[in-house]
């Protein structure tokens, strides 16, 4: 993406932060912050561990389809564009793992199957516990309109994909560019037809990945002095990564958190708790992004 779009969008993004602090208030935010017990902060790297650990295993499965890799390796390329992700629109550097496969002999068209497929099966979790919480939260009726919505939304998707209109299509869209797409349909059958015991394993460590990393959040609301139970963070940070993914500011900072914040405190949650709980996980999130990509670039030091 050109600089100065992604320049505005990170603007965008500080900026509805921005109005999120000034709404909740600033001193507030800074003293709810100031007041966490340190020994929470101990456990956050813990749990980034364990969630980067499988995240990585998950997509060493789905590689090894492809073309073997060492488990290790993959980890560096799975913390590289997570990194990555943090500084694009809707999370799409993410995406950057194509990069590194190409590197590693598989094709762009081979090697795109896997964080697109990757990449779906989260939504599904998502909205799997996005519509849990709506059901529970706000009632059946408005819980089946977001579900069909993400259910037709995926549908289409996969139609798009699989059914041969797609992707002549897709191939029209991409013009001169559809060579370097070789053997994106061949993988993708591939894995829908003789792999599905391996995406049904994807989407079980997916919630696994899911459930640890919210933990992070239970830790830091603990820290804050306030127990939040897991089925209603599950729900509030399903809703908010779902909106990291729409493409408007880098990685869906401000909107993300300001859904969480005001979740949060529809269900009694001091906003100001919230606030300072998704702030210092930004944070932590950058400074380790800012730390992986300053090793990745400057050499193999992660391996």
């Known amino acids: 993406m050109k600089k100065p779009?992604?320049?505005?969008?990170?603007?965008?993004?500080?900026?509805?932060?921005?109005?999120?602090?000034?709404?909740?208030?600033?001193?507030?935010?800074?003293?709810?912050?100031a007041s966490v017990n340190p020994l929470y902060l101990l456990f956050i790297p813990i749990v980034y561990a364990v969630s980067f650990s499988i995240a990585a295993l998950n997509i060493h499965l789905m590689i090894s389809v492809v073309k073997k890799l060492p488990y290790r390796r993959v980890l560096r390329y799975q913390l590289l564009s997570w990194s990555a992700g943090l500084f694009?629109?809707?999370?799409?550097?993410?995406?950057?793992?194509v990069y590194f496969l190409r590197k590693e002999g598989i094709s762009l068209g081979k090697g795109m199957v896997i964080p697109l497929l990757d990449k779906v099966i989260t939504v599904a979790v998502l909205a799997i516990f996005a519509g849990y919480g709506f059901f529970i939260y706000f009632g059946m009726a408005t819980a089946a309109r977001m579900l069909a919505i993400i259910a037709l939304a995926i549908v289409v998707l996969g139609l798009v994909f699989i059914t041969?209109?797609?992707?002549?299509?897709?191939?029209?869209?991409?013009?001169?560019?559809a060579s370097h797409f070789k053997g994106f349909s061949k993988t993708l059958r591939l894995f829908l037809r003789e792999r599905r015991s391996l995406l049904a394993l994807n989407m079980v460590l997916?919630?696994?990945?899911?459930?640890?990393?919210?933990?992070?959040?239970?830790l830091l609301f603990l820290g804050f002095g306030i127990k939040v139970n897991l089925p209603a963070i599950m729900f509030i940070d399903a809703v908010a990564t779902m909106l990291a993914l729409i493409p408007?500011?880098?990685?869906?900072?401000?909107?993300?958190e300001s859904a969480a914040v005001l979740l949060y405190s529809n269900m009694g949650v001091d906003a100001g708790a919230a606030a300072g709980v998704?702030?210092?996980?930004?944070?932590?999130?950058?400074?380790l992004a800012v730390l992986l990509l300053s090793l990745g670039t400057g050499g193999r030091e992660l391996d």
């Open 206 to 218: 997916t919630v696994i990945k899911y459930v640890v990393a919210i933990s992070a959040i239970f």
């Open 164 to 177: 041969g209109f797609g992707r002549a299509v897709i191939r029209r869209l991409l013009g001169r560019h």
């Open 5 to 33: 779009g992604l320049i505005w969008r990170f603007a965008i993004g500080v900026a509805v932060l921005s109005f999120l602090i000034y709404r909740v208030g600033f001193t507030r935010v800074l003293k709810t912050i």
């Open 248 to 256: 408007v500011t880098v990685s869906g900072l401000g909107f993300a």
């Open 278 to 287: 998704y702030l210092i996980l930004n944070a932590f999130n950058y400074l």
């Open 88 to 97: 694009g629109p809707g999370k799409i550097g993410e995406f950057s793992l």
